[in-house]
């Protein structure tokens, strides 16, 4: 609990039994946390029974494997059903640490932000943690192309570890997003399309090899499908395409607070 404000951390699992308990353990170590939601999409290992073991915890299964989108889909939902105020995902692989979570939980408690992103590029963390430099490189292009198109000025749009207000969460329509990794980035450009300044914090990264990590073929997929939505929401913006991920009367419902880390800025 942080000031008055219910935290529940959500926890997208697919395979992971190996990390969910230390994840969880460290999670519930900061002393804000309320309630956890695990979600596993059809794990072929102990993912479900590890999740069954620890205390405060709400465990659902998807009976297929419906991807890292559709997931997180059900971890919301989840969330919000069970009086969450703030929510926060933590990847359960143990490569985001939890240990930034009083620090993310007080930058949405206080109202200032609706969002908040844990960055693995600012403070140099992401090299040094182990990404792959081909990671790297395309993680670099895709935020310098995507800053462009949507006007925001984000130093990643492509971390797994972030914070959210219930009141954002209920105004995004996120059901009609990809069910794949892509999901993501149409989710944060959803968020910049309302008006919504998004934070960021610097956090240390570990790549090791029980950490979860998509193949060269998706992560090519994943990059096309990136741009394909900051094209789609520059071109909203400009109103020459409707759109059901933009639509015009979602646009900048939320007000800006003063510059920030992060602070969107329309071009």
């Not at 200032?112 to 992401?126: E, K, N």
């Not at 090519?220 to 094209?231: D, E, N, P, V």
């Amino acid at each position: 609990m942080y000031d008055n404000n219910r935290v529940i951390v959500v926890m997208p699992a697919y395979n992971a039994a190996l990390t969910l308990r230390q994840t969880y353990d460290e999670v519930m170590a900061q002393g804000v946390v309320d309630h956890v939601v695990v979600v596993d999409d059809a794990s072929r290992d102990e993912t479900l029974a590890v999740a069954r073991t620890l205390a405060n915890v709400t465990v659902h299964r998807h009976p297929d494997n419906r991807g890292y989108g559709a997931n997180q889909k059900t971890c919301y939902r989840l969330a919000l059903a069970a009086g969450a105020d703030i929510v926060i995902m933590v990847h359960p692989d143990y490569q985001y640490t939890p240990k930034l979570i009083p620090a993310m939980v007080a930058l949405i408690g206080s109202g200032l932000y609706q969002c908040v992103l844990g960055s693995r590029i600012l403070g140099g963390y992401a090299l040094a943690g182990g990404m792959p430099v081909w990671k790297y490189v395309a993680n670099r292009f895709l935020t310098l192309v995507e800053n462009m198109l949507i006007g925001a000025k984000l130093s990643e749009y492509h971390t797994g570890y972030r914070a959210f207000s219930r009141q954002l969460l209920e105004g995004l329509v996120l059901e009609g997003n990809s069910d794949d990794f892509v999901f993501d980035n149409q989710m944060l450009a959803q968020i910049i399309w309302q008006g919504c300044t998004v934070a960021e914090v610097s956090c240390p990264t570990k790549y090791f090899p029980e950490a979860s990590s998509i193949n060269l073929p998706r992560s090519i997929r994943y990059g096309f499908g990136c741009l394909a939505t900051a094209a789609t929401f520059r071109l909203a913006r400009w109103g020459w395409l409707d759109s059901s991920l933009f639509p015009a009367h979602a646009a900048l419902r939320f007000s800006t607070p003063g510059a920030g880390i992060g602070q969107n800025e329309d071009q």
